[in-house]
Nanobody
């Protein structure tokens, strides 16, 4: 599966932004999907994940209550709605796909998008 992330940009603290990740192929619904981010000088970290049937979601503590992950299997797309953005949310955001299980570990994910930059000014 090939992934294409989009929707990043420059926003002010408190604003909202929605990221999208479009997947190629006809088997999107068979993948668990996740969002990760990497800030300058830091390691890539888990943000959110969603199960194949949308029934289960995971969030990192730093975004819980502010971010919402969703997916539309008919459109082969996963979304990350980001609300109440903070300067510390500034990072390159990556979507990823994993076939075997839902995970918060980047090492479990087999396919990655190219990343989209999110910059939050104070």
């Amino acid at each position: 599966v090939q992934l294409q992330a989009s929707g990043g940009g420059l926003v002010q603290a408190g604003d909202s932004l929605r990221l999208s990740c479009a997947a190629s192929g006809r088997t999107f619904s068979s993948y668990y999907m996740g969002w990760f981010r990497q800030a300058p000088g830091k390691e890539r970290e888990f943000v959110a994940a969603i199960s194949r049937d949308r029934g289960t979601t995971y969030y990192s503590n730093s975004v819980k209550g502010r971010f919402d992950i969703s997916r539309d299997n008919a459109r082969n797309t996963v979304y990350l709605q980001m609300n109440s953005l903070k300067p510390e949310d500034t990072a390159v955001y990556y979507c990823a796909a994993e076939r075997s299980k839902m995970s918060t570990s980047q090492y479990e994910y087999d396919y990655w998008g190219q990343g989209t930059q999110v910059t939050v000014s104070s």
